[in-house]
């Protein structure tokens, strides 16, 4: 990965401001005549050597900011600067002209050579009047220069260039190291820009609940929980049914609003009888450990908080409450720094019937207080992705008021005014007004008649603004058409403005926008239309999408991957080609018997979907009370094929499963728990029970694997498990994980998971000698023949699944040779004879009589005559 050009000037311009600003150059001088000055023009142009086609970088800077300069757009630029390539042939190619920035500095410049030899470059400046500055530098002449020339060996060898090292192949945590740059595509945000239903934020952005950058996990296996409030069953003398269990799907009390950024959880702990959040809290996603807990307000000065005075200060209809808003992550690129910033917004007044509010931002390091913005509207918001900004992630608003469109800006309230906005710090203290960028009057009337009611905001992507003018979902009241108008994200220019007819009394409704379509449809029919964003014309449609009677009271969408993809409360989710309006597939949730009131298991529309990691995540269950039925679920299907990945035991129509960093975070309504599922590490054990045989004679190899997440380690896992939680196949991971962490029974056809042995013998040989699998336990074992005699390192290898990170051991044995004397064996001590010691003495007592016989017959017959 390489550093680009407009990174080696900055350091170059910020080296200058500091000598210049030691050494009085920028003070400013009085004269009286016109004064010639000297210019010194440099280039800088590397690498040297290079391959052919590989990318050459040029800095190209006069040696001081011109006499004039400033730092707020004042005084003049070195203009006209030109760079001269000649190649070995002799062509020359002219870059340029260029005007240099107040440091003295040209834009980033590159250059790829199409040729073997020597390539000259040679910058030029043909020198200026100074126009400004008043009696004291205009009509001074700033004189010509020309650099040096550089010579660049082209060679047919490319030279090397840094290498990101490769994506993990065992378990990691966050951060991800600034080097890693292929590391990047694991990271995804989740900001809460947009408010789920009934809440203050959690919903990815106003565009919809898709993050696309970011991976997901594809089973279910559960990396920790951790309990939010009171929940489940309670106990006599209440009931034990499904309708008295503790409270977590009313709409009326928040419960867990979720952001997720730099592989932490972050999420306000709700007093859920006031409404209020008593605490922050941020935790690391990979291990469940808190990394800081704070109080709303802490460090922020009285004069940013509510008073009983103002009502109209209020999140969620509480008076006082302060309530984590959204994240942000800006990357600031200027000529003063570069690099990002994290920081979380929260949220006194306002609320979800809107009025002005105040914003505190706070440090997503520590929740430490930072400023505050005053005065803010209602907006509907999303990031900026455009890697050509000089502050990628910034958040824009768009919001209508009063006949104009406007575009909010947050890096505008940040920015350093008297710095020409080359600081980006969060404010002390700012309107939100200083962050307009721009605004727009929106029209009033089409075709010569009164638009009424008046145009609205109705979907916003990063190119196209969608408003609309429409009959309301709750008065049905039709004039058999909605005025419709696209305009530019960008600058505000409207594109285009048309009608749409709506058959009288039915509702058709604006389900979502994204990839330059926005979509339609008419909720009591079920038929979709699909319309370009850039100029209102129909794509397809009408196309008929699978339903029941529960469908028609309501569907949301999503757009993603190129489909759009809607489901219902009648449990259907249909996938159409956004390019054809084809249907690619339909899922539909199985039958719940007596388990719902329904029939079917409902797919929850109000913001508890999401999609990432090319998969979509639903909530199979509802919000309200009563009933919380059985058998609840969280699903994962695969985008491109509509089959279900994997499903969960879980109640989380109340709030959506945020999908960032990798993991998938939900509330579960059935235990008021958290739940974050990933990947997790593992752990394997090895020993050899008969170390230390003969050649010819087999050994036994022993061992568990276990899954050492940190969930495993919490007292109930522990207590049930006291030798470790086993790892499971991915196949078996729902059932699994509902046994070890739900209070569900233990599944009776649990599958293990491999085992790889392989041996060093004492000729150095490595080679794999078999496979073992664990069984529900996570024990495994295995028995081999060695082929030779000596030392054995035998290596343990779980290759890992997409449920657990690999996890490797090692021990080691000897083994003797064929036909050798195994060592003697001790003796027992005690008064216990040997059977076999006591048999020897006996034949060693039979042998010496015998002998001690001969002896004497030999001796009476030589007595003999």
């Known amino acids: 990965m390489k550093t680009t050009i407009s990174e080696k000037i900055a350091s170059i311009a910020i080296m200058a401001i500091l000598i210049l600003s030691m050494t009085g150059v920028l003070s400013t001088q009085t004269h009286a005549a016109v004064v010639s000055i000297p210019t010194f023009l440099e280039i800088q142009v590397s690498p040297n050597p290079v391959g052919i086609g590989q990318p050459i970088y040029m800095q190209v800077f006069l040696s001081k900011p011109m006499a004039n300069s400033g730092m707020n757009n004042a005084g003049d630029r070195y203009t006209g600067i030109t760079v001269n390539i000649t190649a070995p042939n002799g062509d020359v ?38 126009m400004s500055g008043g009696a004291t530098y205009v009509g001074d002449k700033e004189l010509p220069s020309v650099s040096q020339a550089v010579v660049i060996s082209v060679q047919q060898a490319p030279i090397p260039t840094i290498q990101s090292p490769p994506l993990p192949t065992a378990y990691w945590d966050f951060p991800i190291e600034a080097t890693n740059y292929g590391w990047s595509v694991l990271g995804g945000n989740w900001l809460g820009l947009a408010p789920e239903t009934f809440a203050v934020t959690g919903d990815y952005d106003a565009t919809g609940n898709f993050n696309p950058y970011t991976t997901a996990p594809t089973t279910a296996h559960i990396m920790w929980y951790k309990p939010t409030t009171l929940g489940g069953q309670i106990g006599g003398p209440i009931p034990g049914d499904e309708m008295h269990n503790f409270m977590t799907t009313t709409i009326i009390s928040d419960f867990f609003e979720p952001i997720i950024m730099q592989g932490m959880l972050i999420y306000g702990d709700y007093n859920t009888l006031s409404n209020n959040q008593a605490y922050w809290e941020a935790i690391d996603l990979a291990t469940g450990q808190t990394v800081w807990k704070e109080a709303p307000g802490i460090g922020a000065p009285p004069s940013t908080l509510a008073s009983p005075q103002n009502p109209n200060l209020s999140v969620g209809g509480q008076t006082n409450a302060e309530g984590l808003r959204m994240g942000e992550v800006v990357s600031m690129h200027s000529m003063q720094e ?254 719940a018997g007596y388990n719902t009131p329904y029939g079917v298991y409902p797919i929850w529309q109000f913001g508890s979907a999401s999609i990432g990691g090319g998969e979509l995540f639903f909530s199979l269950s509802r919000m309200y009370d009563p009933p919380l039925f059985e058998n609840a679920t969280r699903l994962a299907l695969n985008a491109t094929t509509g089959k279900p990945v994997w499903d969960i035991l879980s109640f989380s129509g109340r709030g959506e499963g945020a999908v960032g960093d990798g993991y998938l975070v939900e509330w579960n309504s059935y235990d008021a728990q958290i739940y974050t599922f990933g990947k997790g590490p593992s752990e394997i054990t090895a020993a050899v029970q008969n170390s230390g045989t003969t050649q010819g004679n087999e050994i036994l190899v022993t061992g568990m694997v276990t899954d050492i997440s940190p969930g495993t380690q919490q007292a109930v896992q522990k207590g049930d498990f006291p030798q470790g939680v086993p790892c499971v196949a991915d196949s078996s991971m729902s059932d699994w994980m509902e046994h070890v962490y739900m209070q569900q029974p233990m599944p009776t056809n649990v599958t293990g998971v491999p085992v790889v042995l392989s041996v060093l013998d004492s000729n150095g040989n490595y080679r794999q000698i078999g496979t073992a699998t664990t069984d529900a336990r996570g024990f495994y074992s295995f028995t081999w023949t060695p082929d030779i005699s000596g030392k054995y390192t035998i290596y343990a290898s779980f290759p890992g699944t997409q449920s657990y990170w690999p996890a490797n051991t090692e021990t080691a044995f000897t083994v003797a040779p064929a036909g050798s004397t195994p060592a003697p064996t001790a003796s027992p001590v005690g008064n216990l004879v040997n059977t076999s010691e006591l048999t020897m003495y006996i034949v060693a007592a039979i042998i010496v009589m015998i002998v001690a016989l001969a002896i004497a017959t030999v001796l009476i017959l030589r007595k003999r005559p």
């Open 338 to 591: 570069y690099g990002s910033v994290a920081v979380l917004y929260s949220q006194i007044g306002g609320g979800m019937f809107g009025g002005a509010a105040t914003w505190r931002l706070y440090s997503a390091f520590n929740g430490m207080y930072l400023g505050n913005i005053t005065g803010v509207g209602s907006a509907s918001y999303i990031q900026d992705i455009n890697p050509a900004d000089s502050c990628v992630g910034t958040i824009l608003g768009y919001f209508a008021s009063q006949g104009n469109l406007t575009l909010w800006n947050s890096t505008l309230c940040w920015a350093n005014q008297s710095l020409n906005q080359e600081m980006i710090r969060p404010p002390t203290s700012v309107a939100w007004s200083r962050g307009d960028q721009w605004n727009v009057t929106v029209p009033t009337t089409f075709n010569g008649n009164p638009i009424s009611p008046a145009l609205s905001i109705s979907r916003v992507t990063h190119d196209v603004i969608l408003m609309r003018s429409a009959p309301s979902y709750v008065t049905y009241d039709s004039v058999g058409y909605a005025v419709e108008a696209g305009f530019n994200a960008l600058n505000g220019q409207m594109l285009w403005m048309h009608n749409v007819t709506i058959p009288a009394e039915n509702y058709l409704q604006v389900l979502t926008a994204g990839q330059d379509v926005y979509v339609l449809e008419d909720k009591d029919t079920c038929q979709e239309w699909g319309y370009s964003m850039t100029n209102g014309s129909m794509l397809w449609g009408p196309t008929q999408l699978p339903y029941n009677a529960l469908s028609t009271l309501s569907q949301a969408a999503d757009i993603a991957y190129g489909n759009v993809y809607t489901f219902d409360l009648g449990g259907y989710c249909t996938a159409i080609n956004l390019a054809t309006g084809k249907i690619a597939w339909v899922y539909q949730s199985p039958s």
């Open 93 to 130: 190619t002219h870059l340029g002209p260029y005007t240099a920035d107040p440091t003295g500095g040209i834009p980033s410049l590159e250059f790829t050579p199409t040729q073997l030899g020597n390539y000259t470059f040679q910058a030029n400046y043909p020198g200026q009047t100074l």
